[in-house]
Nanobody, 124 residues
Framework: QVHLVESGGGLVQAGGSLRLACTAS????????MAWFRRAPGKEREFVAA????????SYADSLKGRFTISRDNAKNTMYLQMNSLKPEDTAVYYC?????????????????WGQGTQVTVVS
């Protein structure tokens, strides 16, 4: 079992940057595939990015490629999401997720553990 806590959200102006962090409890963080999802007001949850257990493989939502970067530090039990050139449409609650997969998959059904979310608000 793993407990996930997101941090780093906040209010930022369009064009700015934020770095989200997801810290996991337990000693087996490196065995979990990890991902970020988000839910904007009035919209369905959507995939943002995923990273494999080693960090050697990543995947992104097509619309976010080039602006967002996912990474992980297994020694610190932490995953990150660097978000640059933020737009108002990036406003959402961002959730980290962990699953028993070695792959960087967009499939939400694979992830059995979820954080409580962190709010990101981008204003123009």
């Amino acid at each position: 079992q793993v407990h996930l806590v997101e941090s780093g959200g906040g209010l930022v102006q369009a064009g700015g940057s934020l770095r989200l962090a997801c810290t996991a409890s337990g000693r087996t963080f490196s065995t979990y595939g990890m991902a970020w999802f988000r839910r904007a007001p009035g919209k369905e949850r959507e995939f943002v990015a995923a990273i494999s257990t080693s960090g050697g493989s990543t995947s992104y939502a097509d619309s976010l490629k080039g602006r967002f970067t996912i990474s992980r530090d297994n020694a610190k039990n932490t995953m990150y999401l660097q978000m640059n050139s933020l737009k108002p449409e990036d406003t959402a609650v961002y959730y980290c997720a962990a699953g028993h997969t070695g792959w960087a998959t967009y499939n939400a059904g694979v992830y059995g553990y979820w954080g409580q979310g962190t709010q990101v608000t981008v204003v123009s």
